[in-house]
């Protein structure tokens, strides 16, 4: 940020001494919100045509400062514009610039507003069209996993609980269950983005304004769904960003919860996944090395992504109303919310096309485990056999097959039936992990025939999808 001879504020009415030049440094945000530059134009030319439409401004001062705002936007994306620190914050160096460079009309556009709900409105237009970006990322992450969990709707792997090997499930069912978290998480940011879309334009410092402005107009312009009903509440309150947060954070935990697993999937006792060399990273030491890094770092930066969320949270805490400069404190925890979640969102969705299971090594951990055992209780309880009496049995029976170091298929009918001599030859089509996984036909089971079928249904809701979020 350039350091120059002293700028003369546009509050500098009631001052008689120019600020401490540390005071510049610690108020200024500009090097943080001039990322909200376009929105800020946006909002300001939208504000200046409805000044103009209800007469408070020339239609001729409108022009010069639409066209004025215009050059100043493409200065900004040239790189020729000229940040000042002394010039606080984005607003006014845009609007310093803009009087700059047109004279007269330029100091008009300040009329009936305030830079508290200049901001207001340029984080919500920034917050809602990083929304929607995520949302895409969403959706395009989602058609990835989906048509994975086709090609593995018959691949069969433990489920785990308490990382212990459980029953087996499909693979495509393991990733369709990560599906359903980031579907949900697709769910709550959108219910968030109708609370966001709201306009703050009018309620000026925290008061509203005497001019005779038309605030629906001005919504309308910048593409809100309406405009806010107080304006204490409307400068000051930040809940949106907060709520987005919350949806962030969950996302993150989401992407961590999966990046664990593949963590561990990726590692040599697994041995149930190959990330590809495109998304790993080697050892600077050891030759043999192949890293997780993605998800290993998706798994560390969720954590920012918490910690953003209380940053914001804090903010808030304690502020009585109207606003109060505290509030310039939410940009960066916001910012990084969005640019956190748009990587890991990114770098997951390149990553898994290329993502090969290893079928056989997934099926050898399920053989291994005696997830079958559940299934053998079931059809002693087909036997007329209480559940109770059938789990002591299959207790007993696996505890002697771990003696023996053999797996329940491997048993011969004679050896089972000394444990229940109602088991019988068809028993074997229970033990066996494919008449496992088969057997669980049901809305939410892991049969082949069912994930395939969810697969179908997941797609349909992707492309139900509205068109802002496509
Ligand atoms: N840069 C300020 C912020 O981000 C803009 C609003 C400042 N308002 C004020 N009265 N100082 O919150």
Known sequence: MKQKKPEKKLWAGRFSKSTHRLMEQFSASVGIDCRLYRHDIAASIAHARMLSRQGIITQMDFDAIEKGLLEIQAEIENNTFEWREALEDVHMNIEAALTAQIGEAGKKLHSGRSRNDQVATDMRLFLRQ????????????????????????ETILPGYTHMQAAQPVTLGHHILAWNEMLQRDFERFQQCRQRINICPLGSAALAGTSYPIDREMTARELGFEGVSLNSLDAVSDRDFMIEFTAHAALAM?????V????????????GFVDLGDRFCTGSSIMPQKKNPDVAELTRGKSGRVCGDLMALLMVMKGQPLAYNRDNQEDKEPLFD??????LCLGVFAAMFPGVKFNRESMNAAAEKGYSTATDLADYLVRKNIPFRDAHEIVGRIVGYAAAQKVSLPDMTLSQLQTYCPMIEQDVYDVLDLQGSVNAR???????PKRVKQAAIDARKLLDARNSHSR
């Open 253 to 257: 935990i989401h992407l961590s919860r």
């Open 130 to 153: 990083a929304l929607d970006g995520i949302c895409l990322q969403l959706t395009e992450l989602q058609h990835a996993l989906i048509r994975l969990a086709e090609n593995e709707a």
């Open 259 to 270: 990046s664990e697993e593949l963590v561990l999937w990726s590692s040599d006792a697994f």
């Open 337 to 342: 919310a969005v640019d956190t979640l748009k």
């Open 441 to 447: 036909d049901h809305a939410g089971g892991t049969a």
